[in-house]
């Protein structure tokens, strides 16, 4: 598949998203889901064929995949805002599927955690406040037009072949064959690993198997770094009751995805992490504030809230025989 085929195919699927967005045009609307389903079918097929001949039908992977387009297109099409926000919960529910066939089970959580448990929260909330009732279908004009749809597909144009460049192989994509490619993200798992001094001495023990009260330590180098590639296997250095030992860690001892998440949010990025735990919490705050209503009390709850006798004595109000 060269690499004008596939931005054809991304630039058609544009085209068809684009006459889909047209309101109150039945006839292009039909020939814009013509046109974006062929340019889809054709680049899913150009991703099943470049499958291995043994390899399984992604028959899971095709379903969700499927869904989430379908729930994309219907997001930025629909006329009314409370439906398109109910569809990006079918969005994001697809792309948590595909992370969790990917074994990332930290973004797929986090994925529908933050954005169809928090954010799509605050996105009803605040169109429930701002949605004004004029028109004749019941929604604003700027609920039943789209605004700028040409340069939100043309950013959709260049990501949608930017993506599948990189994962079909094509002209400037991404050579997962590559060598160095794969020693680089080996080094980076293992040094995870070696960040976490307990789950590495309890992994040595029970590698050694020793008999119980032998004193096992895991040296370390002068960096602080206990794990070493022997032949391209990761090894470390053990005293044994007094004898030094190399011990080669099996691969069921890598850290898991949700380790390697944890670890870079906390090691590497600790400041952007802070930094979205307050943007989140101001968030929270703004919602708060925009949700408080100003009740206006009367006369007589004002005079009553200040211990004062109400204005008004008579038997049938809750202010009758009030402090004097």
């Given at each position: 598949?060269?690499?004008?085929?596939?931005?054809?195919a991304?630039?058609?699927?544009?085209?068809?998203?684009?006459?889909?967005?047209?309101?109150?045009?039945?006839?292009?609307?039909?020939?814009?889901?013509?046109?974006?389903a062929?340019?889809?079918?054709?680049?899913?097929?150009?991703?099943?064929?470049?499958?291995?001949d043994?390899?399984?039908?992604?028959?899971?992977e095709?379903?969700?995949?499927?869904?989430?387009?379908?729930?994309?297109?219907?997001?930025?099409?629909?006329?009314?805002?409370v439906?398109?926000?109910?569809?990006?919960?079918?969005?994001?529910?697809?792309s948590?599927?595909?992370?969790?066939?990917m074994?990332?089970?930290?973004?797929?959580?986090?994925?529908?955690?933050?954005?169809?448990?928090?954010?799509?929260i605050?996105?009803?909330?605040?169109?429930?406040?701002?949605?004004?009732?004029?028109?004749?279908?019941?929604?604003?004009?700027?609920?039943?037009?789209?605004?700028e749809?040409?340069?939100?597909l043309?950013?959709?144009?260049?990501?949608?072949?930017?993506?599948?460049?990189?994962?079909?192989v094509?002209?400037?994509?991404?050579?997962?064959?590559?060598?160095?490619a794969?020693?680089?993200?080996?080094?980076?798992?293992?040094?995870?690993?070696?960040?976490?001094?307990r789950?590495?001495?309890?992994?040595?023990?029970?590698?050694?198997a020793?008999e119980?009260?032998?004193e096992?330590?895991v040296?370390?180098?002068?960096?602080?770094t206990?794990?070493?590639?022997?032949?391209?296997r990761?090894?470390?250095?053990?005293?044994?009751?007094?004898?030094r030992?190399?011990?080669?860690?099996?691969?069921?001892?890598a850290?898991?995805?949700?380790?390697?998440?944890?670890?870079?949010?906390?090691?590497?990025?600790?400041?952007?992490?802070?930094?979205?735990?307050?943007?989140?919490?101001?968030?929270?705050f703004?919602?708060?504030?925009?949700?408080?209503?100003?009740?206006?009390?009367?006369?007589?709850?004002?005079?009553?809230?200040?211990?004062?006798?109400?204005?008004?004595?008579?038997?049938?109000?809750d202010?009758?025989?009030?402090?004097?």
């Open positions: 598949m060269t690499p004008t085929i596939l931005y054809l991304s630039l058609a699927g544009a085209v068809g998203l684009f006459l889909i967005m047209r309101p109150h045009r039945r006839g292009t609307r039909m020939v814009g889901t013509i046109i974006g062929g340019a889809m079918a054709f680049l899913m097929t150009q991703i099943l064929r470049s499958l291995a043994d390899a399984i039908l992604p028959v899971l095709v379903v969700f995949a499927l869904g989430g387009i379908a729930g994309a297109v219907r997001m930025v099409t629909h006329p009314r805002p439906f398109a926000a109910i569809w990006f919960v079918m969005v994001v529910v697809c948590a599927g595909l992370f969790l066939l074994g990332a089970e930290f973004m797929a959580f986090s994925l529908v955690i933050v954005y169809a448990g928090a954010i799509l605050t996105y009803l909330f605040v169109i429930m406040l701002a949605q004004e009732a004029t028109g004749t279908a019941g929604e604003a004009l700027y609920d039943r037009l789209p605004r749809p040409v340069a939100a043309v950013v959709g144009f260049v990501l949608l072949a930017s993506i599948g460049d990189a994962l079909l094509v002209d400037g994509g991404i050579e997962a064959d590559r060598p160095d794969i020693a680089v993200a080996e080094t980076d798992r293992w040094s995870v690993l070696d960040g976490m001094p789950q590495l001495d309890r992994t040595v023990t029970e590698i050694v020793a119980p009260g032998t096992i330590s040296i370390r180098g002068e960096d602080g206990a794990i070493r590639f022997l032949d391209g990761p090894t470390v250095d053990v005293d044994v009751a007094g004898e030992r190399t011990v080669e860690i099996p691969e069921s001892a850290p898991t995805n949700t380790q390697a998440v944890g670890w870079s949010l906390v090691a590497r990025f600790p400041v952007s992490l802070e930094v979205a735990g307050v943007i989140l919490l101001m968030a929270m703004g919602a708060v504030v925009l949700a408080r209503r100003q009740i206006d009390l009367s006369e007589d709850e004002r005079r009553v809230a200040a211990g004062l006798a109400p204005l008004l004595e008579d038997e049938d109000t202010f009758a025989g009030g402090a004097a």
